[in-house]
Nanobody, 125 residues
Framework: QVLLVESGGGLVQTGGSLRLSCAASGRTFSSLSMAWFRQGPGKEREFVAAVTWSGTVTFYADSVKGRFTVSRDNAKKTMSLQMNSLKPDDTAVYYC??????????????????WGQGTQVTVSS
């Protein structure tokens, strides 16, 4: 079991930047792939970015590619999401998650068994 806590959300204007962090506890963190998902008002939860256990391979949703960067520090048991050139469509609660099975894909919420409580990101026009 991995416990996850997100932080770093806030209010920012279009074109601004935020950096989200996810702090983990548990002995298995370094061996798990991690990901960020988000859920906007009235929308379904969607994939944002993922990073493998080594931190050397990353994946991004097309909507954030080139603007967001995901990374992890296994020694500190943290994962980060640097968000640049933010848009109003990025407004959502952002969740970090740990992948606990590999039955589908890194974009499927069903492959992630551990979730944080979420942190709110609001981008104004």
């Amino acid at each position: 079991q991995v416990l996850l806590v997100e932080s770093g959300g806030g209010l920012v204007q279009t074109g601004g930047s935020l950096r989200l962090s996810c702090a983990a506890s548990g002995r298995t963190f370094s061996s798990l792939s991690m990901a960020w998902f988000r859920q906007g008002p009235g929308k379904e939860r969607e994939f944002v970015a993922a990073v493998t256990w080594s931190g050397t391979v990353t994946f991004y949703a097309d909507s954030v590619k080139g603007r967001f960067t995901v990374s992890r520090d296994n020694a500190k048991k943290t994962m980060s999401l640097q968000m640049n050139s933010l848009k109003p469509d990025d407004t959502a609660v952002y969740y970090c998650a740990a992948r606990t099975q590999y039955g589908r894909s890194y974009q499927d919420t069903n492959d992630y068994g551990n979730w944080g409580q979420g942190t709110q990101v609001t981008v104004s026009s």
